[in-house]
């Protein structure tokens, strides 16, 4: 058995399944990882050996309705930190730190604002999402697509469909995909997608986001694409928040993170100008990993 196949569950509290997994160094430090859209718990590989040795303990869980967890019809963004909290309980884990990719950056600063006194540090990589926020900031085809998931139901599916799940679905279009997301990308997150383990993982990631259909994706793609209801103003200052972005970010520019930044009390921001949107976090992974490790308590 593979270390990316042992799949955990546990039942919250409304009877729910929420599904994780455990990477990196399982006698570590614990944080909690948050994929991007669309992605799911299996996204967290991409980390696993330089988390192994960091000595960081990562347990990445799948959103509700994609992978193994269960749909909630009626989730925001700010009701993750509750289930988080639950999971803590089950694996008798009193405090730790959250990391949040692309999208998965909102479920983490949910986190700082909800549950601040369980938390050693916040970090967000390539953060995306909330168009109220970007504003004109985020590539208009994401633009497009976040406001297509709010409204219609069968026209987000057919679009994510036509161009991403059906590829998916068959290993041998796989190849045709990555042609597809490369274009407009940046040079760096073009190198990366060139590495056969890296693009992989990212699609077995993605793959196993539609393992229930659509449903979760789109209700996901409404949620992120509209405003988080964060007050981010009013997130504890004595939370040690980092956010991370590529200044060669193409789908998501890092104005927006560093706008969001300056809102933030305590928060940092740190770029680097020649990476895009899915190569800080491979790249950097060493620092990023080493940054949450010396905030934990």
């Known amino acids: 058995m593979t270390h990316d196949s042992i799949k955990q569950e546990i039942l919250l509290d409304d009877n729910r399944i929420l599904a994780f997994v455990e990477y990196g160094d399982l006698n570590g430090k614990p944080v909690f990882y948050f994929h991007g859209f669309p992605g799911s718990r299996l996204e967290a590989n991409i980390v696993h050996n330089k988390a192994k040795e960091?000595?960081?303990?990562?347990?990445?869980?799948?959103?509700?309705?994609?992978?193994?967890?269960?749909?909630?019809?009626?989730?925001?963004?700010?009701?993750?930190p509750s289930d988080v909290v639950q999971l803590t309980n089950h694996l008798s884990i009193e405090k730790f730190g959250v990391v949040g990719v692309s999208t998965g950056g909102a479920y983490a600063l949910a986190c700082a604002y909800q549950i601040p006194r369980k938390l050693s540090v916040v970090c967000t990589v390539s953060?995306?999402?909330?168009?109220?926020?970007?504003?004109?900031?985020?590539?208009?085809?994401?633009?497009?697509?976040?406001?297509?998931?709010?409204?219609?139901?069968?026209?987000?599916?057919?679009?994510?469909?036509?161009?991403?799940?059906?590829?998916?679905?068959?290993?041998?279009?796989?190849?045709?995909?990555?042609?597809?997301?490369?274009?407009?990308?940046?040079?760096?997150?073009?190198?990366?997608?060139?590495?056969?383990?890296?693009?992989?993982?990212?699609?077995?990631?993605?793959?196993?986001?539609?393992?229930?259909?659509?449903?979760?994706?789109?209700?996901?793609?409404?949620?992120?694409?509209?405003?988080?209801?964060?007050?981010?103003?009013?997130?504890?200052?004595?939370?040690?928040?980092?956010?991370?972005?590529?200044?060669?970010?193409?789908?998501?520019p890092v104005s927006a993170t560093k706008e969001l930044a300056a809102k933030i009390p305590a928060a940092v921001a740190k770029t680097f100008p020649e990476e895009g949107h899915y190569s800080v976090a491979y790249n950097h992974a060493d620092e990023i990993l080493g940054t949450l490790k010396k905030h934990m308590n």
């Open 127 to 252: 953060l995306l999402g909330a168009v109220d926020f970007h504003k004109q900031c985020l590539r208009k085809d994401l633009r497009f697509f976040f406001r297509i998931a709010s409204r219609s139901s069968l026209l987000f599916k057919s679009i994510f469909w036509y161009k991403r799940s059906r590829f998916l679905r068959d290993p041998r279009l796989c190849e045709k995909l990555c042609r597809s997301i490369k274009k407009g990308m940046a040079l760096k997150d073009n190198e990366l997608l060139e590495d056969e383990v890296f693009k992989n993982k990212v699609f077995a990631s993605q793959s196993e986001a539609c393992r229930q259909g659509l449903r979760g994706l789109k209700y996901e793609g409404k949620l992120v694409g509209k405003s988080w209801n964060i007050p981010f103003n009013k997130i504890s200052s004595k939370v040690n928040i980092f956010l991370w972005h590529g200044e060669a970010d193409t789908l998501s």
């Open 54 to 80: 960091s000595g960081i303990r990562v347990i990445a869980i799948d959103r509700p309705g994609m992978g193994y967890s269960s749909f909630s019809p009626d989730r925001q963004i700010l009701d993750l």
